[in-house]
């Protein structure tokens, strides 16, 4: 029988937390009109009643959950009216993300996010723990997912003082300039004035500035600018580390994260230089990772980020840490036949791909460039595709796909090339998987 620790709970601020979430969706839920119907009084009644029928809710909730370690499995128990106890296997643990958002911050707490092989999401969060106490279960997680079977996870020992975020011999640092200069250099940032001009000039030749309309146009304006903004605060502060366990990032202003992306389940990395950003020699760098919860909804909890912004030498030498021996400028691309210009007339002459020593590597996009390199260990399957005009052209595309559900395609190779290229990736692929 295995050793079953005492339940513990999560912090007792924890209700706290999610009462003052609670607070912010009721007041969001409530809107403007319902304060107009039934006057402000009314209305502060409603939010403080919700907010504390949310509250108690939520202790009752705390009450009822907590978590340990039994044998080789992580229990996390929780329900309010239905008890449920969820059991996870650690040798399928792929990472355990530290997470403080902006209220854990202020609190000093932080939350734990597992991620499982084959998860639909990210499993059972535990929230909130101090950031002793997550660090310290976040080490003893991961330990106890690399040790054999029989061998016992040490126990949790909170460790007193500040912990380290980023450990580890510390790779680069993301300068929050570059980020910033980055975000006005896209699409979004440099059509704004204009947008500002012509949505002033409407107003001014209609003499229309009532509230709604104006309302209007703020959220119109927020919604372009969204986007920026939300990868500023995302990538905020970006660090990467290398450890025994694979690359540490930290990253985030309002809400930081901690993660460790495991190099033996990279699939594939891309590389992407924006239009606007190739004067200033920028780039961006992301991961396809195996095993992490491909149906997550909000895309921040995915470890893609490797490098948000930076030159050419930097993404270089980090390339070098996640695919040894990989040189960017070193790859062998081979462009397309002439003929694919009949399809694909402006951006046939960017378009290359090429067999490597350890991968194979892609490149395409006219306005926005792109390169997906692949290590043949990680290929799963190899498609070659043809549609009608490629037929006719005698022209096909090359798919290696991997277990991520990405890969790299070689767009209009000719078909005899294709074929043979097709072949090779196989048998390399077939072979990196034996000496593995």
Same mark, same amino acid.
């Not at 229990?75 to 239905?82: D, M």
């Not at 997912?145 to 040490?154: D, E, F, K, N, S």
């Not at 692929?429 to 034996?434: K, T």
């Given at each position: 029988?295995?050793?079953?620790?005492? @339940? +513990? &709970? /999560?912090?007792?601020?924890?209700?706290?937390?999610? #009462?003052?979430?609670?607070?912010? $969706? !009721?007041? =969001?839920?409530?809107?403007?009109?319902?304060?107009?119907?039934?006057?402000?009084?009314?209305?502060?009644?409603?939010?403080?009643?919700?907010?504390?029928?949310?509250?108690?809710?939520?202790?009752?909730?705390?009450?009822?959950?907590?978590?340990?370690?039994?044998?080789?499995?992580?229990?996390?128990?929780?329900?309010?009216?239905?008890?449920?106890?969820?059991?996870?296997?650690?040798?399928?643990?792929?990472?355990?993300?530290?997470?403080?958002?902006?209220?854990?911050?202020?609190?000093?707490?932080?939350?734990?996010?597992?991620?499982?092989?084959?998860?639909?999401?990210?499993?059972?969060?535990?929230?909130?723990?101090?950031?002793?106490?997550?660090?310290?279960? @976040? +080490? &003893? /997680?991961?330990?106890?997912?690399?040790?054999?079977? #029989?061998?016992?996870?040490?126990? $949790? !020992?909170? =460790?007193?003082?500040?912990?380290?975020?980023?450990?580890?011999?510390?790779?680069?640092?993301?300068?929050?300039?570059?980020?910033?200069?980055?975000?006005?250099?896209?699409?979004?940032?440099?059509?704004?004035?204009?947008?500002?001009?012509?949505?002033?000039?409407?107003?001014?030749?209609?003499?229309?500035?009532?509230?709604?309309?104006?309302?209007?146009?703020?959220?119109?304006?927020?919604?372009?600018?969204?986007?920026?903004?939300?990868?500023?605060?995302?990538?905020?502060?970006?660090?990467?580390?290398?450890?025994?366990?694979?690359?540490?990032?930290?990253?985030?202003?309002?809400?930081t994260r901690v993660q460790t992306v495991p190099l033996d389940r990279v699939q594939t990395v891309g590389v992407t230089w924006p239009l606007l950003w190739r004067w200033k020699g920028w780039l961006r760098l992301r991961l396809e990772v =195996?095993?992490?919860?491909?149906?997550?909804?909000?895309?921040?909890?995915?470890?893609?980020?490797?490098?948000?912004?930076?030159?050419?030498?930097?993404?270089?030498?980090?390339?070098?840490?996640?695919?040894?021996?990989?040189?960017?400028?070193?790859?062998?691309?081979?462009?397309?036949?002439?003929?694919?210009?009949?399809?694909?007339?402006?951006?046939?002459?960017?378009?290359?791909?090429?067999?490597?020593?350890?991968?194979?590597?892609?490149?395409?996009?006219?306005?926005?460039?792109?390169?997906?390199?692949?290590?043949?260990?990680?290929?799963?399957?190899?498609?070659?595709?043809?549609?009608?005009?490629?037929?006719?052209?005698?022209?096909?595309?090359?798919?290696?796909?991997?277990?991520?559900?990405?890969?790299?395609?070689?767009?209009?190779?000719?078909?005899?090339?294709?074929?043979?290229?097709?072949?090779?990736?196989?048998?390399?692929?077939?072979?990196?998987?034996?000496?593995?």
């Amino acid at each position: 029988m295995p050793t079953e620790e005492p @339940r +513990q &709970r /999560l912090h007792p601020l924890s209700p706290v937390l999610h #009462g003052a979430k609670s607070l912010i $969706v !009721v007041i =969001a839920g409530l809107s403007w009109s319902t304060l107009s119907r039934v006057g402000f009084g009314w209305f502060v009644a409603m939010v403080v009643v919700l907010a504390l029928g949310a509250t108690v809710l939520s202790v009752v909730s705390w009450w009822n959950t907590g978590y340990h370690v039994v044998g080789r499995e992580l229990r996390i128990h929780e329900g309010l009216l239905w008890r449920r106890t969820r059991a996870i296997p650690l040798e399928r643990l792929q990472a355990v993300e530290v997470v403080r958002p902006l209220l854990a911050q202020l609190t000093g707490l932080a939350e734990l996010r597992l991620e499982v092989v084959g998860g639909g999401k990210t499993e059972a969060p535990l929230a909130y723990l101090g950031v002793a106490e997550a660090a310290a279960l @976040r +080490q &003893r /997680l991961l330990a106890a997912a690399g040790r054999a079977p #029989g061998q016992p996870p040490a126990p $949790v !020992v909170a =460790a007193a003082g500040p912990v380290p975020e980023v450990t580890g011999r510390e790779l680069h640092a993301v300068r929050k300039a570059d980020l910033l200069v980055s975000q006005l250099l896209t699409p979004q940032a440099f059509l704004l004035p204009f947008g500002v001009v012509f949505v002033v000039a409407q107003f001014l030749s209609e003499g229309s500035w009532s509230f709604i309309a104006v309302a209007s146009t703020l959220t119109a304006m927020a919604g372009i600018v969204l986007q920026p903004v939300r990868r500023v605060l995302d990538d905020w502060d970006f660090r990467l580390a290398r450890e025994d366990a694979g690359l540490r990032v930290r990253n985030g202003l309002l809400e930081t994260r901690v993660q460790t992306v495991p190099l033996d389940r990279v699939q594939t990395v891309g590389v992407t230089w924006p239009l606007l950003w190739r004067w200033k020699g920028w780039l961006r760098l992301r991961l396809e990772v =195996a095993g992490y919860a491909a149906g997550e909804s909000d895309d921040r909890n995915r470890p893609d980020r490797l490098l948000p912004v930076g030159d050419l030498r930097t993404a270089e030498m980090i390339v070098d840490e996640v695919l040894p021996g990989v040189r960017l400028t070193a790859l062998p691309l081979r462009p397309p036949p002439a003929r694919a210009r009949w399809l694909r007339p402006l951006s046939a002459r960017v378009l290359g791909a090429g067999l490597g020593e350890r991968v194979f590597a892609v490149r395409s996009g006219l306005v926005t460039r792109q390169l997906a390199i692949v290590p043949y260990a990680r290929i799963q399957s190899v498609r070659v595709v043809q549609g009608p005009a490629q037929r006719r052209l005698r022209l096909a595309t090359v798919h290696a796909d991997t277990a991520s559900g990405g890969g790299a395609a070689a767009y209009d190779r000719d078909l005899a090339e294709a074929w043979a290229l097709a072949a090779e990736l196989t048998a390399r692929s077939h072979a990196a998987r034996q000496v593995r």
